[in-house]
């Protein structure tokens, strides 16, 4: 299939802004994860701007990834390969069957949880920490989907 120059547009976009958003969340998993983070961490978050800003930037370009490689990255390598494009988990059932992806639930996992990271911090810092923990757990499998996903971009704008 020939890639239009509008699809071909936005998977150059798509492919560098995935790019930088990799990096920006693993230099702030980097600062926020130098130790395990714990309930105590957690409860010094009023009292220290900077791990609370941290904590911001962590759970945003965690968000921020996902968004940017399930809803928008994702659907648009789909397109340029010829695959109808659907609901999001169709659309993750489809990037686990090309390897984009280790595995859709996976993915929804991730899903939920940023949810939790962004919904409930504030009520909770047992929640907090655990889901923070969750998160950085997940950085690795987040980043190398990421990866995995403009690897293919570049793969078909050069073919």
């Known amino acids: ?29 980097g600062r ?17 701007p900077i791990l609370a800003e941290r904590l911001d930037a962590f759970v945003s370009r965690f968000g921020r990834l996902q968004d940017t490689v399930g809803d928008k990255l994702l659907p648009a390598l789909l397109t340029a390969l010829a695959e109808k494009t659907g609901p999001a988990i169709d659309n993750l059932d489809k990037a686990e069957k090309f390897g984009f992806i280790e ?6 996992e991730m899903r939920r949880l940023r949810n939790q990271m962004v919904h ?3 009520e909770d810092l047992a929640v907090l920490a655990s889901a923070l923990r969750s998160g950085h757990a997940f950085v690795p499998a987040l980043v190398t989907a990421a990866r995995r996903c403009v690897a293919e971009a570049q793969r078909l704008l050069q073919a």
């Not at 299939?1 to 998993?29: G, N």
């Open 1 to 29: 299939m020939k890639i239009t120059p509008s699809l071909t547009a936005r998977l150059e976009f798509l492919a560098r802004v995935t790019d930088k958003e990799c990096q920006h969340l693993l230099d702030t998993d």
């Open 32 to 48: 926020l994860f130098g130790n395990l983070f714990t309930i105590e961490d957690a409860q010094k978050i009023e009292a220290d």
């Open 103 to 108: 595995s859709a639930d996976g993915w929804m």
């Open 120 to 122: 409930e911090y504030i």
